[in-house]
T-cell receptor
Framework: KNEVEQSPQNLTAQEGEFITINCSYSVGISALHWLQQHPGGGIVSLFMLSSGKKKHGRLIATINIQEKHSSLHITASHPRDSAVYICAVRDYSGGGADGLTFGKGTHLIIQP | GAGVSQSPRYKVAKRGQDVALRCDPISGHVSLFWYQQALGQGPEFLTYFQNEAQLDKSGLPSDRFFAERPEGSVSTLKIQRTQQEDSAVYLC????????????FGDGTRLSIL
């Protein structure tokens, strides 16, 4: 089973700061997801990537397949970015369950 | 609706009771996933359907857990003889086709077993 580790577990920053959240995994994957979860449970899919880099607005996700590592960056952070950010991976077929394996999440608080 | 809909939003049951949780995926989505999220933890995979076929149920924690999707759209997760350790948020997600597509999540059902 893939082991997904995220760091930091908790992060408090000031509005406007550049934020980086890291994710590492132990077994080769076919895709990695970054998800955002607000209080109350709703999960939103931010990115799905298998190589390189993706950008959407102020969010940037990168992945290094060789190093089994991904990062999520938030530029010009805002209090509305406060949420739990979760990294999840999909193993190559045959290597595990068909669903995603999730990290425990990074709890981000952006203070005004 | 446009998103994945789960009901009920909250469920409180006494230990030993049976519960049924419902998921309405996005219309046309072939794949449907159930996850269990304990307090303060990331979600854990339970089971996966492609249309009406349950292709993977390796994450179901015991034979008290049962899921079905008889017509390939709405799915029900049933837990029999509930235990306190079943208390969690149960999340449903759907994707257009297969496990390699982005998953769209519902808001979850928060289950509390007294």
């Amino acid at each position: 089973k893939n082991e997904v580790e995220q760091s930091p577990q908790n992060l408090t920053a000031q509005e406007g700061e550049f934020i980086t959240i890291n994710c590492s995994y132990s077994v080769g994957i076919s895709a990695l997801h970054w998800l955002q979860q607000h209080p109350g449970g709703g999960i939103v899919s931010l990115f799905m990537l298998s190589s390189g880099k993706k950008k959407h607005g102020r969010l940037i996700a990168t992945i290094n397949i060789q190093e089994k590592h991904s990062s999520l960056h938030i530029t010009a952070s805002h209090p509305r970015d406060s949420a739990v950010y979760i990294c999840a991976v999909r193993d190559y077929s045959g290597g595990g369950a068909d669903g995603l394996t999730f990290g425990k999440g990074t709890h981000l608080i952006i203070q005004p | 609706g446009a998103g994945v809909s789960q009901s009920p939003r909250y469920k409180v049951a006494k230990r030993g009771q049976d519960v049924a949780l419902r998921c309405d995926p996005i219309s046309g989505h072939v794949s449907l996933f159930w996850y269990q999220q304990a307090l303060g933890q990331g979600p854990e995979f339970l089971t996966y359907f492609q249309n009406e076929a349950q292709l993977d149920k390796s994450g179901l924690p015991s034979d008290r857990f049962f899921a079905e999707r008889p017509e390939g759209s709405v799915s029900t997760l049933k837990i029999q003889r509930t235990q306190q350790e079943d208390s969690a948020v149960y999340l449903c997600a759907s994707s257009y086709s297969g496990v390699s597509q982005p998953q769209h999540f519902g808001d979850g059902t928060r289950l509390s077993i007294l």
